[in-house]
């Protein structure tokens, strides 16, 4: 029986893809970003063991909610892509009783080796949306604030398009680290080149997770960063919608 190691699940998320969605947490990331609200779900290795039958089973009480609202099932983390099997698995389980599918991802251990690309590809199949969250257009900036290079997450994001699966973009904005217009500019024509965006999301920066730094002993690096106005929001969404043709999402074209 296949398991997959959770950090937690939320029964009636609203922000995490369309309508109501029951959210799976998932255990480990190796990303190390500096404005992470969910250090706790960093380590490998740990967290509470579950069957896909177990997560399908609950759900299913679920099920009236999701439907009438246009929800469905989001695995988040995290990063869902370190838990490849078991993600195939459950997103086939979850298809086979209708269950909308999407896929909460920074695409951070994404891979080009066959054996990832074999998975990935199986994923897909089972996958209704995918909400990608780029932290940063530039390498080395994006080196600072996560510890990694930015360059098989926009490869990811490039994989996505060309499979013509759903997207949903997803970008922090902290002041003075990711909302510099150079760089907004540049992720916007990056953006532009991708053929299956159906939303840009601006997510403003919080310090809604320091207290899970503080708890794990880490120090918070980002304690002096203020969140952004909302004249600055808005003027990030225009620079990163400026050369977007929206994709019309499934639901609104069978309107």
């Known amino acids: 029986m296949m398991h997959g190691r959770i950090h937690s699940i939320e029964t009636f998320g609203t922000v995490d893809g369309p309508g109501i969605r029951y959210v799976v947490f998932m255990q480990g990331c190796i990303l190390r970003c500096q404005f992470c609200h969910n250090a706790d779900t960093w380590e490998i290795g740990t967290g509470k063991q579950m069957s896909v039958s ?24 995290g990063e869902p892509l370190l838990q490849l099997p078991f993600l195939i698995e459950l997103f086939k389980a979850c298809k086979k009783h209708g269950i909308h599918t999407a896929l909460d991802s920074s695409g951070g251990c994404y891979s080009k080796a066959d054996a990832f690309q074999e998975q990935i590809s199986e994923l897909i199949q089972y996958t209704d949306l995918v909400l990608l969250d780029v932290k940063q257009i530039d390498r080395k900036k994006h080196m600072k604030l996560t510890g990694m290079p930015n360059d098989h997450i926009l490869e990811f994001a490039e994989f996505l398009s060309d499979h013509h699966i759903p997207v949903w973009i997803r970008h922090v904005l902290v002041p003075g680290i990711t909302d510099i217009d150079d760089d907004l500019n540049r992720l916007g024509t990056f953006i532009g080149g991708l053929s299956n965006v159906e939303k840009v999301e601006v997510l403003p ?42 994709r019309k999402p499934f639901t609104e074209t069978l309107a």
Not at 65 to 77: A, E, F, L, Q, R
Not at 232 to 240: K, Q
């Open 54 to 77: 177990e997560i399908v089973d609950d759900i299913q009480s679920y099920l009236p909610y999701m439907k009438s609202s246009g929800g469905g099932i989001t695995v988040s983390g």
């Open 205 to 246: 920066y919080h310090k809604l997770g320091v207290y899970k730094w503080e708890a794990l002993g880490l120090e918070y690096p980002l304690k002096e960063v203020e969140p952004p106005d909302e004249e600055r929001i808005e003027h990030a969404y225009r620079c990163l919608t400026a050369h977007v043709n929206f």
